[in-house]
């Protein structure tokens, strides 16, 4: 069991770090999507062709909350679908040329937030910095 203070201080790292980085606003980036729709968009972008099973499978996400998302995305004109080449009741997504450069834009923008944070630090502390990050990631990976 955990102490009170373990729980607490893991918690206040949690809600620091998402205020930190702007995660809970109505927009990232200045775009009107929130974090969850944009990784829906990084995995599209990481993995074209996933049909929406999947994109759940790897983000632990409700079907219908998925299925609302992808279908705004259609309507804006970010996402595609083809039928899967093994099975046409499966429908493979993708970025169009408008999602794809929306991605590239979220893309440069996080890098831009990114070095704005990391260039802000001497390299002593931007190395622990980075060390910690790779410790918190590799003791909580699964």
Do not use: C
């Amino acid at each position: 069991m955990k102490s009170r203070t373990q729980i607490d201080r893991f918690r206040h790292f949690n809600r620091f770090y998402t205020n930190y980085l702007g995660l809970l606003a109505d927009s990232l980036y200045d775009h009107p999507i929130s974090l969850t729709e944009a990784r829906i968009l990084y995995e599209l972008d990481a993995h074209p062709g996933s049909p929406a099973r999947e994109l759940r499978e790897r983000l632990g996400l409700d079907k219908g909350y998925v299925s609302r998302i992808v279908k705004r995305f259609h309507k804006q004109g970010w996402v595609g679908t083809t039928p899967s080449g093994t099975d046409a009741r499966i429908k493979e997504l993708s970025l169009t040329p408008e999602g794809q450069a929306l991605m590239a834009d979220l893309h440069a923008k996080a890098a831009d937030q990114a070095r704005a944070v990391l260039s802000g630090l001497d390299p002593d502390r931007r190395k622990r910095l980075l060390a910690a990050m790779a410790d918190i990631e590799s003791i909580l990976s699964r």
